[in-house]
Nanobody
C-alpha cells in the first residue's frame, strides 16, 4: 500500500520561504502525476500545484504563480514544493497527493493517495 509523508512545514514570517518535501513509499511513484493541495482555517481543501509524471509539465493555482515551484525526483520517490515570498493567506495544512493515473490533473477526485499533511503558518 502506497504511503505519502510530508515534512518541512513550520512557522515563518511573511516574505520568507519554506520547502516542503513528500516521500512516497510502498507503491509506484514515477508513473503517476503528483500534486500539492492545502486547506486553510475554515476553508475547503484546494489545489496548489501539480506536476506530470516525467516531462516536467506543471500547473499552479493563480494565487501561488511566480512564488511556488513544484518539482519531483523520480529516482528518489520525492515530491517538493518550494514556497517563496510567503503570505499570511498561505497559512494552511499542506498535503501531497498521488494521482490514480499518469495524466496530469487538477481534479481532487483523480488523486487516490494522500499524505497526512504538514502545517505551514505564515505570520504577518
Amino acid at each position: 500500500q502506497v504511503q505519502l509523508n510530508e515534512f518541512g512545514g513550520g512557522l515563518v514570517q511573511a516574505g520568507g520561504s519554506l520547502r516542503l518535501s513528500c516521500i512516497v513509499s510502498g507503491g509506484t511513484f514515477a508513473p503517476a502525476a503528483m500534486g500539492w493541495f492545502r486547506q486553510g482555517p475554515g476553508k475547503e481543501r484546494e489545489l496548489v500545484a501539480t506536476i506530470s509524471r516525467s516531462d516536467g509539465n506543471t500547473y499552479y493555482t493563480d494565487s501561488v504563480k511566480g512564488r511556488f515551484i513544484i518539482s519531483r525526483d523520480n529516482g528518489e520517490n520525492m515530491l517538493y514544493l518550494q514556497m517563496n515570498r510567503l503570505k499570511p493567506e498561505d497559512t494552511a495544512v499542506y498535503y501531497c497527493a498521488r494521482a490514480s493515473g499518469w495524466v496530469q490533473t487538477i481534479n481532487q477526485k483523480d488523486y487516490d493517495s494522500w499524505g497526512q499533511g504538514t502545517q505551514v503558518t505564515v505570520s504577518s
